[in-house]
Nanobody, 118 residues
């Protein structure tokens, strides 16, 4: 079971980016999914999560600017990021609780760099 993230890059302040993260492997079901980020010298922090029933939760710092969604048919979670600010610069990681037939995996993607220039 693995997660592959894509969509990072360099963007000017005020711009938008969309991250994607696809799960692959021996997947029976995927429970909660989410995005986290880690800026240089800082701890990893929650950005947004989405449940199986599409309930969402956001960090206060991104509310109203970011939107998390999922496509269960594609085993993919997305993060639409609008009105980006320099303080959003970080490595973004996707996370998912994935069940195979016998094991539950707390899986992490490899991280994708987002740099927002002022």
């Amino acid at each position: 079971v693995q997660l592959q993230a894509s969509g990072g890059g360099l963007v000017q302040a005020g711009g938008s980016l969309r991250l994607s993260c696809a799960a692959s492997g021996s997947i029976f079901s995927i429970n909660g999914m989410g995005w986290y980020r880690q800026a240089p010298g800082a701890q990893r922090e929650l950005v947004a999560t989405i449940s199986v029933g599409d309930s969402t939760n956001y960090a206060d710092s991104v509310k109203g600017r970011f939107a998390i969604s999922r496509d269960n048919a594609k085993n993919t979670v997305y993060l639409q990021m609008n009105s980006l600010k320099p303080e959003d610069t970080a490595v973004y990681y996707c996370n998912a609780l994935i069940s195979s037939l016998s094991t539950i995996y707390d899986s992490w993607g490899q991280g994708t760099q987002i740099t927002v220039s002022s």
